[in-house]
């Protein structure tokens, strides 16, 4: 195997939308791994929406990525030599790492990739990684979802919002998902089994909520921001839950976001309104991988993966998550999946 490891790297800050010159692929030799090191050969390659967030000169919840740095992202790989005693050649690993094909990392931000047996290893990373354990802290923890409730969910189509969606049909709540197109609104109703959707781009949102939501919302899982989050803010039931798991129509802003205007129903409906970040629930990964597995070999959840081939096609790919384009969980494939 060469020794060259083609990786992407911070090159220009974008001003609005990630341009075409925001990223730049650059091949550099492998560094030789040090002790308690190990040598990662990248098989899947995770997009998401915070990637543009991490691009930012914003204060955010983590270190924001330095113009010259690799970009970074959260990867599934596969240990090709390791200088860690927790780690062999061979063994499927995690972690939030460089958008490259090869590369060296301390062992100690690795994580092992769990035992997904019977299940394909691109579905399985799609939703553990992620997605799934975002929908499962937002609706449980941040939502506290009982039976019974209504539960409105935005980008509801996306890796995340079908994912929610589903858990909270799971646990027993009539569930209303917005989308950005009638196809993408079938698939709510169709293939994810939600009660209703509601297509932003053509519909009236706050007659549209009324319409499919006749006794309010309990709980809104908010991952756009903007007009959308308003119109949920709009229609909330009293002592309801506003769950911010994302702000993806903000991300890509260069003014300040104006609104929401509805704010003064957090008093009059007495809501409560709770962001999260699902890196701060590292430590409860094995009970969320427990319970999406456990759904997932049941064929209780539905998902679709788009999957983007080759590294050098992943910084136009991530363009998809910010205009609608991706149809599913967007990631790339990087290299090739371990023979059995
Ligand atoms: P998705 O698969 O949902 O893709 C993003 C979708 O967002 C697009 O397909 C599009 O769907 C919708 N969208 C994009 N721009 C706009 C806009 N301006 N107005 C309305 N809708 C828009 O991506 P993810 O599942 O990766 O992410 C979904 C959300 O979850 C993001 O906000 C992300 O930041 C958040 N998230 C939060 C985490 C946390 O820890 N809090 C962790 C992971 C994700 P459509 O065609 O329907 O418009």
Redesign the pocket.
Known sequence: MSDTARTWHFNRRPDGDIASDTLALRAAPLPTPGEGQCVVRTIYLS????NR?WLSDWDIYMDPIRLGDPMRGFLLGEVTASRHPAYEPGQLVCCLGPWSDRFVIDGEALQPFPDASGLPLADAFAILM??GP?AYV?MFDIGRIEAGDTVVV????????SLAGQIAKLKGCRVIG????DE?CRWLTDDFGFDAAIN??TEDLVPALREKAPDGIDVHFE??G?E?LDAGLTCMNDYGRVVI?????T?NSRDPVPGPYMFRNVIMRRLTIR?????DYADRYPEFHAALLEWMRAGSLRYRLDMVEGLEAAADALR???????R???MVRIGAEPAQ
């Open positions: 997009l998401d929406a915070t967030v992620i997605a975002t937002g935005t980008a509801a189509a996306g890796a995340v919002g917005v989308a950005g197109s993408k932003y781009r991952n756009v903007g959308v798991c994302g702000l993806i129509s991300y962001g999260f970040v699902i890196l998809l998550l910010y205009t609608g384009g991706n599913g969980k967007l």
